[in-house]
Structure formats: structure tokens, C-alpha cells
């Protein structure tokens, strides 16, 4: 596998080679979809025009705020942690999905799309959404390479992208 390493962090095990430039590069292309849909031609926005603006907002404001929380509490237990050696990470938002970081980004995407109705907007963050489970997946790899039977009981107890419902 060609895997990223981190050089000031090396208690962790790897990530996908072209993450970082390819989750840059949706978030452009995002950019670029959201401003000129939202707000010059205003092709798909007419979505906007049934759903009260209360309703949008209120919506959009709940779903950015869950998904900074996710990524802010996922970057900071990832790289705020010092750790000797890797290790599986499974507590905090680690407890409720796998991958805090990526929900909170596609949450993120969700918001802004919300906030104007962008059906076109919506539509590439369907591609996103696809493009993260790519880079989920082959991270998970590495750590099931890392990790072995103890990754794998994390991955039964826990959803990679949105939280298991589990019986009590």
C-alpha cells in the first residue's frame, strides 16, 4: 500500500496517500459548485422557496455544529494526544463512528448545502460522501494490518461513518 506517515506524529499508523490533496480538492470544487449554484445562476436552488428559511437554518446550524464537534474532538484526540507506540483509538467520539474526522467534514458539507438548498450542491456531496468511504476503507486496512482481531472487534461494535444502533 502506498501509505502517508506523519513524521511529528509517529504513534499513528498511516492514511491514504492522496487524502489530504483529495479531500482539498472536493472542498474547491464544493466551493466552486455551492457559489455558483447558491448564489450567481441559481439553478438549483428552488428547493429553498418551499422549505421556511427557519427550518433551513435551524437545520444547517444543528448539522455544522455536530460536525465541528466530530472533527475537532476526532483531530484533537488523533493529534493532541502524545502516544509512544500506535494504538486503536476508542474512546470519546472514537466510541460513536470510526471515523469522527470524515463524518464531521461530510456533515459539514451538508450544512452549507442546506443552508441554500443546492440541489447541485447536494448532488456532489453524494460524491463526497463516496470519495470518503474510499479513504475510510483503505485506512482501515492499514489499521486492520496494525491492529489484527482487536481492530476488527472495534470495527463489529462501531460504524465507520454513522453509529451503530445496537440492542441494550
Not at 502524545?82 to 467520539?93: A, C, D, L, W
Not at 460522501?129 to 482501515?140: A, D, L, Q, T
Request: charged share 15%; glycine share 8%.
Amino acid at each position: 500500500m502506498s501509505t502517508k506517515k506523519h513524521a511529528k506524529h509517529p504513534h499513528l499508523t498511516g492514511e491514504h496517500r492522496w487524502g489530504d490533496m483529495g479531500q482539498l480538492i472536493l472542498f474547491f470544487m464544493f466551493l466552486g459548485i455551492w457559489i455558483t449554484d447558491s448564489f450567481l445562476l441559481q439553478f438549483s436552488t428552488f428547493a429553498g422557496e418551499v422549505v421556511p428559511d427557519y427550518l433551513q437554518m435551524t437545520a444547517a446550524g444543528l448539522i455544522l455544529i455536530a460536525g465541528w464537534y466530530l472533527a475537532r474532538s476526532g483531530m484533537k484526540a488523533v493529534f493532541g494526544t502524545k502516544r509512544v507506540k500506535p494504538e486503536i483509538i476508542n474512546t470519546g467520539v472514537f466510541r460513536i463512528v470510526r471515523h469522527p474526522i470524515y463524518l464531521g467534514a461530510i456533515l459539514f458539507y451538508l450544512g452549507a448545502t442546506l443552508i441554500t438548498m443546492s440541489i447541485a450542491s447536494a448532488a456532489f456531496w453524494l460524491i463526497i460522501i463516496g470519495v470518503y468511504i474510499i479513504i475510510c476503507r483503505y485506512e482501515e486496512r492499514i489499521l486492520t494490518e496494525a491492529f489484527g482481531n482487536d481492530y476488527l472487534e472495534y470495527k463489529k461494535k462501531t460504524g465507520m461513518l454513522f453509529p451503530k444502533l445496537r440492542s441494550h
